[in-house]
């Protein structure tokens, strides 16, 4: 039974590891919503961006769970599928086409914060290129630099 627990503790410690996103840089997402799950145990958003060549690239974007995110002023209604939004996120390391969420800007200027950024306790994020990380760094396919206009 003991080691039944310790099993089931290690991956549920795993499943919320947050390892593969890179906190040191940040991108801003514009585009349309594609789909928005407001779900347990972690919310989704899926947004279509245009690449450096300007073909359409799908993101998908983890906004932490709506029981925090409701603390900080969500609303099930606030994302729906079709409206341009304005998304500034961590990429995963790997490049791949996802990342978790910082802010989202709504069709109605409103500003979200997502997992980990308690407003309260750290403020809005910085404005601009190098988010912490260096203002060189090649972007991936649909990414701006933070502040830029789509």
């Known amino acids: 039974m003991l080691l039944l627990l310790l099993a089931i503790s290690s991956t549920v410690s795993a499943h919320h590891s947050t390892a593969a996103y890179d906190y040191s840089k940040s991108l801003t997402l514009s585009g349309t919503i594609k789909d928005f799950e407001w779900t347990n145990p972690h919310m989704f958003i899926r947004i279509l961006a245009l690449d450096a060549q300007g073909k359409q690239v799908e993101w998908n974007v983890e906004c932490g769970t709506p029981n925090i995110n409701v603390r900080h002023g ?39 914060y997502g997992p980990g950024n308690d407003i309260k306790a750290v403020g809005p994020p910085p404005d601009g290129p190098g988010h912490g990380g260096s203002p060189d760094a090649p972007l991936p396919p649909g990414a701006q630099p933070p502040g830029s206009q789509p």
């Open 74 to 112: 969500w609303k099930k209604s606030d994302i729906n599928v079709g409206d341009r939004l304005t998304l500034n996120i961590h990429p995963m390391r790997d490049g791949s086409l996802s990342g978790t969420l910082i802010t989202v800007t709504l069709a109605d200027g409103r500003l979200l």
